[in-house]
């Protein structure tokens, strides 16, 4: 399922608020981006109790219940978990993981509330939810008459409002400052081979194991928890980024001229974060054209020119890696242009 438009968490939670509750909703989306912490809480405002069954653990019996005799005919008893008393909310997660069978099973649950001769009380809600198939999760194609029972949204991990969330939830610090400085890496494309990769779930999982640890875990110990929650790379530009942290390294002292580029072999990583960390700087502070330049967007552009002259008499390499393309975000063609022509003339005033 690729839908043309996409929802961030609050837009989801709107859409829940005003269209989960007359119709039922299927959420679209990656692993660890949460879907089952917003229904959750959408459950939570509305003052329903959530009740989640997992669809790759059922069974049509699990749905439709068991038959028992009474009076000579046979009633089929839905399950305690569905068949309640009072109105709730019922969380159909992995949906789109069942199988054919017990797809079918949901058909009347999703469409009319009911199942055989129960029906949910007045008030209930049902909300779906599912992996995509690109995501290399457990998925089946889901049936064209399930799927046309239901409204169907796509959500996206946003970091901006995960950062808002992580501030009330006691993350640790190095990871919110990471993912403030770093926005991009909250959330990676799970790979074609079985290895972490992020997720906010798992910088969440991160920081409960660094405060675990201790402020003063160390780097061998950080670095392990990296790699075992975050994509490969990620993983190292974080670990990088704390050592920065410890070593009081700062982008903005040095493009302010208060520090200058670590240039110990033993600090390649860190210098590597901090022109990644530069050059994320300079996509989104400067305009996509000259004539949109500030006062202030001009004096960042020239001092970015010394700055990568200074960064290509320590390592070549990164500083190519600072102005080149990354995950469609390049650098203002202008800039590049500038570059290429300043560049020779500020290395021989530096000679």
């Known amino acids: 399922m690729n839908l043309p438009v996409q929802v961030d968490q609050k837009q989801l939670m709107d859409i829940l608020l005003n269209v ?134 796509e959500m996206v991990a946003n970091s901006r409002i995960w950062l808002e969330w992580a501030a009330q939830n006691n993350i640790h610090r190095y990871v919110y400052d990471y993912i403030c400085s770093r926005p991009d890496h909250l959330w990676a494309q799970p790979p074609k081979t079985e290895e972490p990769f992020s997720t906010p779930r798992s910088w969440h999982m991160l920081s409960d194991a660094i405060h675990s640890y201790g402020d003063h875990i160390s780097e061998a110990n950080l670095s392990l928890l990296a790699h075992g929650c975050l994509t490969s790379a990620h993983a190292t530009q974080f670990v990088a980024y704390v050592r920065q942290v410890r070593c009081k390294y700062s982008v903005k002292r040095i493009i302010d001229g208060e520090q200058r580029w670590p240039e110990r072999a033993e600090e390649r990583d860190v210098l590597y974060f901090l022109a990644q960390s530069f ?59 500038e570059a290429a022509k300043d560049i020779p003339n500020l290395v021989g005033k530096r000679k």
């Open 20 to 153: 989960g509750t007359v119709r039922p909703v299927f959420i679209w989306g990656a692993p660890g981006i949460g879907k089952s912490a917003i229904v959750e809480q959408f459950a939570k405002d509305l003052g329903l109790e959530c009740m989640s069954l997992l669809g790759s653990q059922l069974a049509p019996e699990d749905i439709i219940g068991v038959p028992q005799i009474t009076d000579g005919r046979s009633v089929f008893c839905p399950p305690r978990s569905i068949a309640r008393d009072e109105p709730y909310c019922l969380f159909l997660d992995e949906l789109n993981a069942c199988s054919h069978e017990v797809q079918k099973a949901f058909y009347s649950l999703i469409l009319e509330r009911r199942i055989g001769e129960y029906h949910l009380p007045e008030g209930s809600i049902v909300i779906g939810a599912g992996n995509r198939a690109q995501d290399n999760a457990i998925t089946r194609p889901m049936s064209s008459a399930l799927l046309n029972r239901m409204f169907h949204v």
């Open 279 to 337: 050059r994320s700087q300079l996509v989104k502070e400067l305009p996509p054209t000259r004539n949109q330049l500030s006062g202030s967007a001009r004096t960042l552009a020239y001092r970015a020119k010394e700055l990568l002259v200074e960064l290509a008499e320590i390592s070549l390499e990164i500083a190519q890696m600072a102005i080149t393309p990354e995950d469609d975000k390049a650098l203002p063609n202008w800039f590049i242009v």
